[in-house]
Structure formats: structure tokens, C-alpha cells
T-cell receptor, first 111, second 113 residues
Framework: SQQGEEDPQALSIQEGENATMNCSYKTSINNLQWYRQNSGRGLVHLILIRSNEREKHSGRLRVTLDTSKKSSSLLITASRAADTASYFCATDANTGNQFYFGTGTSLTVIP | ETGVTQSPTHLIKTRGQQVTLRCSSQSGHNTVSWYQQALGQGPQFIFQYYREEENGRGNFPPRFSGLQFPNYSSELNVNALELDDSALYLC????????????FGQGTRLTVV
């Protein structure tokens, strides 16, 4: 069974707006990662946040982690058409580098 | 580019046949994992290899098997293909250590007819 679940399943915004995606998971974790996937191709690693971290930034990306609520959020600021993709969170559940993915959020950025 | 390459990119097989998918890990990585991604779903963990030994397995039957070679490249073998095996197969390489980021290849799209 999949560990994480992303919310919303689909999101459509105008270019320049911010996009926020949420992820919930079920068991304790070592870290949580966010990935992007374009058109059913390979996953691109975006950012990793460890269980003892609460917030992390990378460029236009901001990730938060709340281990008490078992949830994470990914914020993409000033979105661009090129950000159109599916976004997945993945957790490792203390089992080595074996990741459990949610079903993803499909983001569409309208130019 | 992640440095992880998979071959072939697309493959069509007939039900009952066998298939071998290949993955070359990123330089310096000693761990490879395989995932199956059905259409519209998130990737599902199949198994992981570390130092040529299986190091964890997801909920997949024994007809899914793998190998890791001394140069850390890897194969995924699927026997007795079923229609439901049609999916994108992703390989991820990583270094078992503190960072634990995994880098994925572009995947192999397998269609079973």
C-alpha cells in the first residue's frame, strides 16, 4: 500500500501564482522527499527534508514538514508554465532507501 | 540529467513472455531500487539491491526478480508477463548513507499485449 497521499489530486493556476500541494503519510519517517514527473517520464528530485527539520527552501520551492500531523507541504512560488507536471512526495519509513509514493498532484500552470 | 540510464525506453511484449530491463546507476552510488508505475498512479516499490544482494522487497510476486552487478548496474526480470504488468518501470540509484536522495532514470515503458 502507498504510504503517502497528495492533495489536491489536480491543481490549475495562472502563471505567476503560487501553488501549494500537501502530502500526508502514515508511519514515522527518516525523511521526506518531493519529486516532479513530466508526462510519465522519470522522476526529478526536488528537495529532501529530514524528520528533524521543519522547513526547507530551494529556489522557488518551500517545503514544510509537521511530523506530529504526519504531513508536508510543497509551495512553488511565482509559477511558470514549465512547472506543469505531476508532483509526488516520497517517504522512506525507516527501511533504507525504499521510498513510498503517493498518487501525486497534477499541476497545470496556464500561461 | 541524473546520470541514471535505463534501456530500452519502450518495449512491447506478449502475455506469457519474459522481459529484462536494464539500469546503469549514477557514478558513486551503491544502491539501486526498482519501481513500477501504473498509469495515473504513484510509483510502487518492487525491490532494492545493495552490494549485489536483495535488500528489501515490496508486494510483488517472485516472477519479478533482479540482479545487481559489481559495477552497480542492475537488471529487472519479469517472467510470465501478465497484462497488468503494463507500466512504466523506474530505476533509482542512491548511496546508502546520510543523504538518501535517490535519482531516477527516465524509465522503461512496458506494454504487454
Amino acid at each position: 500500500s502507498q504510504q503517502g497521499e497528495e492533495d489536491p489530486q489536480a491543481l490549475s493556476i495562472q502563471e505567476g501564482e503560487n501553488a501549494t500541494m500537501n502530502c500526508s503519510y502514515k508511519t514515522s519517517i527518516n525523511n521526506l522527499q518531493w519529486y516532479r514527473q513530466n508526462s510519465g517520464r522519470g522522476l526529478v528530485h526536488l528537495i529532501l527534508i529530514r524528520s528533524n527539520e521543519r522547513e526547507k527552501h530551494s529556489g522557488r520551492l518551500r517545503v514544510t514538514l509537521d511530523t506530529s500531523k504526519k504531513s508536508s507541504s510543497l509551495l512553488i512560488t511565482a509559477s511558470r508554465a514549465a512547472d506543469t507536471a505531476s508532483y509526488f512526495c516520497a517517504t522512506d519509513a525507516n527501511t533504507g532507501n525504499q521510498f513510498y509514493f503517493g498518487t501525486g498532484t497534477s499541476l497545470t500552470v496556464i500561461p | 540529467e541524473t546520470g541514471v540510464t535505463q534501456s530500452p525506453t519502450h518495449l512491447i511484449k506478449t502475455r506469457g513472455q519474459q522481459v529484462t530491463l536494464r539500469c546503469s546507476s549514477q557514478s558513486g552510488h551503491n544502491t539501486v531500487s526498482w519501481y513500477q508505475q501504473a498509469l495515473g498512479q504513484g510509483p510502487q516499490f518492487i525491490f532494492q539491491y545493495y552490494r549485489e544482494e536483495e535488500n528489501g522487497r515490496g508486494n510483488f510476486p517472485p516472477r519479478f526478480s533482479g540482479l545487481q552487478f559489481p559495477n552497480y548496474s542492475s537488471e529487472l526480470n519479469v517472467n510470465a508477463l501478465e497484462l497488468d504488468d503494463s507500466a512504466l518501470y523506474l530505476c533509482a540509484s542512491s548511496f546508502t548513507g546520510s543523504r538518501r536522495e535517490a535519482f531516477f532514470g527516465q524509465g522503461t515503458r512496458l506494454t504487454v499485449v
